[in-house]
């Protein structure tokens, strides 16, 4: 199974600040990346796909970037709405699906 | 607009079958361009995909990871437009929150989920 890290498994940041999380794949996945936010007592809900594509609905300072093994996640200037956990996610045709273990966003 | 709606006991007890099901609205089950998976959540095993279904040409399909696919068993049931996921053998370590998600081919992730349902495993 391709394995999924996220780092750092848990960060504080105030309102305004740039945040940056990053997931390594242990195998390039063609850009089959997408990042969730998980809130407690919600379904996960999707933000980008393929890598670097924004679901509709969300907010412009939430992009992703990368390709093969290497993705970002960047929220450009975090709103208190933003704290929660985020997940990356690889899709990659014909394996199995994976998550990363998740990056815990923290008011500081 | 997709919404899926979970159902199934929150307390099974070891050993015993988890069983639960997800109904659709605003899609089909037998869509040939969507699949209908089961996605779990621990603490201590984070986000872990149990598998899917999904319906090409005229059949069904069924793909499942290794972790799991022993215990396993999802599938669909047309005439109520829904889908089901059951565990076998369940101990303690498979207490978790059980979610269903829709994606839209190999390729796509999941777009529209399940609200969650924790299941307990404990005598």
């Known amino acids: 199974d391709i394995q999924m890290t996220q780092s750092p498994s848990a960060l504080s940041a105030s309102v305004g600040d740039r945040v940056t999380i990053t997931c390594r794949a242990s195998q390039s996945i063609n850009s089959c990346l997408a990042w969730y936010q998980h809130k407690p007592g919600r379904a996960p809900k999707l933000l980008i796909y393929k890598a670097s594509n924004l679901e509709g609905g969300v907010p412009s300072r939430f992009s992703g970037s990368g390709s093969g093994t290497e993705f970002t996640l960047t929220i450009s200037s975090l709103q208190p709405d933003d704290f929660a956990t985020y997940y990356c996610?690889?899709?990659?045709?014909?394996?199995?699906?994976?998550f990363g273990q998740g990056t815990k966003v923290e008011i500081k | 607009q997709v919404q899926l709606q979970q159902s199934g006991p929150g307390l099974v007890k070891p050993s015993q079958t988890l069983s639960l099901t997800c109904a659709i609205s605003?899609?089909?089950?037998?869509?040939?361009?969507?699949?209908w998976n089961w996605i779990r959540q621990s603490p201590s095993r984070g986000l872990e995909w149990l598998g899917r279904?999904?319906?090409?040409?005229?059949?069904?399909?069924?793909d499942y990871p290794v972790s799991v696919e022993s215990r396993v068993t999802i599938n669909a049931d047309t005439s109520k437009n829904q889908f089901s996921l059951q565990l076998n053998s369940v101990t303690p370590e498979d207490t978790a929150v059980y979610y269903c998600?829709?994606?839209?081919?190999?390729?796509?992730?999941?777009?529209?989920w399940g609200q969650g349902i924790l299941v307990t495993v404990s005598s």
């Open positions: 605003g899609d089909s089950v037998s869509s040939r361009s969507c699949a």
């Open positions: 998600a829709r994606d839209t081919g190999t390729t796509f992730p999941f777009d529209y």
């Open positions: 279904t999904y319906y090409r040409s005229t059949k069904w399909y069924n």
């Open positions: 996610q690889q899709y990659n045709s014909y394996t199995p699906i994976t």
